[in-house]
């Protein structure tokens, strides 16, 4: 059976790693769908650098049936053309859950034949989101723990000035 | 008693046209305001647009007590300068919930004098949001049966191209 | 138009005084429905008790449109027998909504004729519930402001040892 | 691949069926699992009623890879021993949301090997709940459309005197 | 600056070990303040046994400004008593939230010279609660990691049958 | 012990006044430290006049140990630099503590030896946002009781059209 597990990985978290980890163990097949739309308000790396981040983050360590691609358009049109009859999907907190809970019934609507499978983020990674490390790196913040080793790495690079801590009294 | 079910309607979904239906049954008139303030991001239709979709939505199937009208400034002045003394809402979910909280809070500071109702929106219609219909019928979804059925030719004159299933493999 | 505000109102609060005035002014006539069924887990007054601090609390202040009953089996049913069309709610928290929400749907199933109409809480009344105020109030709080004087009175004697501050080092 | 969906099932309803028939397409095999424990306050059927329910619910419908069960103990020590490696849950509210959070993490620490997996109950079941059906069936509410038939046969054998609507003016 | 942090602590747990450690940095003097109320329905523990549980959980790790102590009452008048301005909360999740949301404004209510101050718990504690733990070890889970070591042991005293796993098939 | 209260402050309300004068009591000094980062989206003040605003709303009634700063970058990194162990913040609703609890989290990663308080925001001001404040006084709505005076005239110098009442029929 192939699911997807789609996002837009801006930067890919250990927190996806481990879902998407945890996928691959209840599906045959699972393709990390990097979502290739519009560039977003507040979006960070190109698609091509998201490409390459899921795809380093997650080849090595999750087995030999996941794969990365990347999709536009609905994600249900999506599911049908690569064959896959389930989406995968994060759950973190209760702000997650509304928007997936519409989403669900949306897919639903759109494409009943399709299941969405939820997967509880561990305690340790469920306050991480792209966003707020998005946010933080760009103010010098360490990334290490939170994202792999060569994304902590890519975010320096992306905001070199802040990388240190910053110098005292540097705050007015 | 008159009462206003003030909203954008960017556009009028089958969840707006049921509470629209179940408040005229409350009140002896209806006005449903749609709000002609600037530009919102994200924003599909005009406001003459979003006027005559709610209108063909909403007249004939709700007998004569509901009008159809724009408005712009607060929501309790224009209440106060139609004679209506309650302000209708529809909710959907926990989110809706907490906003409508603070909306009513607020209106009851401006303007304690008028009422807030909240009607909970049917369990079918209640993952339906205007936001997340513009978002979908963008990328080519079928919205037949989340809006009225002029509104799903209207989003599909809006999104011509993706307006079929999209060919296998597009998404390449 | 008739309405029917039920609940165990064990005691009735300000909470409810406020939701019912305002209520009370949207419908011709509101009924105050108390309900009789069997005695739940905590509770504090019997029906005749929580029908007469109710009587006292409502008529007064709200005009003569306020009616005070019991009531037992289905609200939906009760509101058939009376002639009502709606059912009135109050918010006051997430909490509230999600069984408010539970409750609307199985009220839309059992009786689709019947509206479910929910007010928001002022502000200042949004944290009183009568389980935390029987809580509070059997450990000797003071429960002035919380709720009319005459729940306050009868609090007062239902937990007379308790009535006044507890003396230093009382609580070993 | 072997998935256990335990629960109460106090009684079966449609919301259940509708997640297990969808687990049960995920899933090589899907243990329906009654959970065997001390008597809940509040509950109605007897193990072996609820078995029985949950038997002629789930098999004729959802294919040959659905089985019943009943388990007491840990529900992870259960998934163990019938040697499957995931749990199904439904989710429905915020609440459910929050409570299975807990549990998944809880389960993660018990038995990390075992993934939990949420499926998003479908929009017309996301307000039915055991419980509610129980109280309202208590009180001679017409549960048809929420449950199986057979289910609402056993409600309204264990319920006779409520079973139809009440006499006008009953309520007195 | 005295503060007290108030609960059933039945047992305690590695969370509550946190947040005191945590509030034992921020005050001169932290008291930690088991509730000895009417016995709890699900309660396990008794007053001793909670209070001897916490006093060995808190003592040797938190240096000399916590004490345990135990109160009945209201806590805002045991903070009184014991010169306490400030109260110290843990939250966990929303549902948390709600009910300290609702504890604070009564609190301020009761005694408006008495500080609510919370605490987030980290990440790893966040899914622990004592009635879960409580719940869980029950059935024979093992609590390592979420409770000192000598609660664990206690916990192991008070459930011997279930202590190991379950043997294969047990759940029949 | 120093304590910063950081925050947009755009422009400060009655609410942060409430939470910046009790957290002034906990602390030996409190720094309300105004946010210096680039133009977000919807700001109204300047940074000059935020901290302007900020000074006169504070420093009359708090007494001699608020200070009012401005600062960019971390705030983890300012509150080290200044020699600050904790951090306060106010809550007000569930979606407020959904993103304090992620923020909590992230702050512990980066600065595990600072502290995060919260303090739940008095019911009289759980309603108030900066964000809706600038949204209604836009629309020429009386801030008056939910700000300071000085920032109710800011307000109405900032909105000088909207000031008074909206002629009657203006919202065509």
Request: aromatic share 6%.
């Amino acid at each position: 059976m192939v699911a997807i597990y789609p996002g837009s990985f801006d930067p890919i978290t250990l927190g996806h790693v481990d879902v998407a980890c945890r996928a691959a163990r209840l599906f045959d097949r699972l393709i990390v769908a990097v979502y290739a739309g519009g560039e977003k308000p507040g979006g960070l790396f190109s698609l091509a650098e998201r490409l390459a981040l899921a795809q380093e983050a997650l080849v090595p360590q999750a087995g030999r049936n996941i794969a990365v691609d990347s999709f536009s358009g609905l994600t249900v049109e999506y599911a049908r053309s690569v064959g896959a009859g389930t989406i995968v999907r994060g759950l973190r907190a209760v702000s997650d859950f509304e928007y997936e809970f519409k989403l669900a019934h949306m897919n639903d609507h759109l494409a009943p034949e399709i299941e969405v499978v939820c997967l509880v983020a561990s305690s340790r990674h469920s306050f991480i989101s792209s966003s707020l490390i998005r946010e933080v790196a760009a103010l010098g913040g360490n990334m290490d723990g939170l994202v792999p080793p060569h994304v902590g790495e890519a975010l320096r690079e992306r905001f070199p000035v802040c990388a240190g801590p910053l110098p005292a009294g540097s705050h007015r």
